[in-house]
């Protein structure tokens, strides 16, 4: 397992710089706000083999992760400079190790997870996480803050035309929400362009607040 971790870990390490390129060229632009705060995140999915890298770029933060269709994320980076942040995570079979720096000190911790995906940076990647025909599907989200797991629940909402700069769309609500008996005390919801399930906006609770997201253009 270790020598795994080591290889998928340098990986990641290459793919960061050609994910960050990338995404900043083509990735797609959106403006985050959260009461009084505001920036603007990239957010960029480049083809691999099997799958896809997925990568979130602002000021303060980049993340970066590698999924495999079928299987979810099996590699994951953030780095928080302010903050003194540069951790990986690599899967292997129900285990994720988390090692690097986190807030400025060294850590090396498993966390046990079941079969279900990983699925780390929300927003982009949706139609491999709920694919087509699919109404439903749990997965697992480890808090960046604590390193704890998280059972989480996706589902279809409907169909509904939304405002988006102005511009009426067509869109599919996906709601977040945890698995099991939690389900009715916290939801996330994000709607997507019907035509290529581009995601256009969404609202996510957390920090007491409401982060409330759009894509900054609609084009193709």
Not at 34 to 60: C, L, M, W
Not at 62 to 78: C, F
Not at 157 to 185: C, K, M, T, Y
């Amino acid at each position: 397992m270790k020598l795994r971790t080591v290889m998928l870990v340098g990986t990641l390490l290459v793919l960061l710089g050609a994910a960050r390129a990338l995404a900043e060229e083509a990735g797609r632009r959106y403006v985050e706000t959260h009461g009084d705060r505001r920036q603007v995140v990239v957010y960029g999915i480049v083809p691999s083999a099997g799958g896809f890298v997925v990568s979130s770029i602002s000021a303060t933060s980049t993340e970066v992760g590698r999924w495999v269709s079928g299987t979810g994320l099996v590699t994951w980076q953030q780095k928080r400079p302010a903050e003194g942040t540069d951790l990986s995570g690599a899967r292997s079979g129900s285990v994720i190790r988390f090692t690097g720096t986190w807030r400025g000190k060294p850590v090396t911790r498993d966390v046990g997870i079941d079969g279900a995906p990983w699925y780390q940076i929300f927003g982009p990647g949706m139609a491999d996480l709920l694919p087509a025909g699919a109404d439903r599907q749990e997965f697992w989200v480890v808090n960046p803050d604590d390193l704890t797991p998280h059972k989480m629940l996706v589902r279809r909402w409907g169909r509904q035309s939304i405002d988006v700069n102005g511009q009426s769309v067509s869109a599919e609500r996906i709601h977040f929400s945890p698995a099991g008996a939690l389900a009715p005390f916290w939801g996330a919801d994000f709607w997507y362009r019907e035509a290529d399930m581009a995601w256009v906006y969404s609202r996510l609770p957390e920090g007491g607040g409401v982060t409330v997201t759009t894509i900054e253009s609609l084009s193709p």
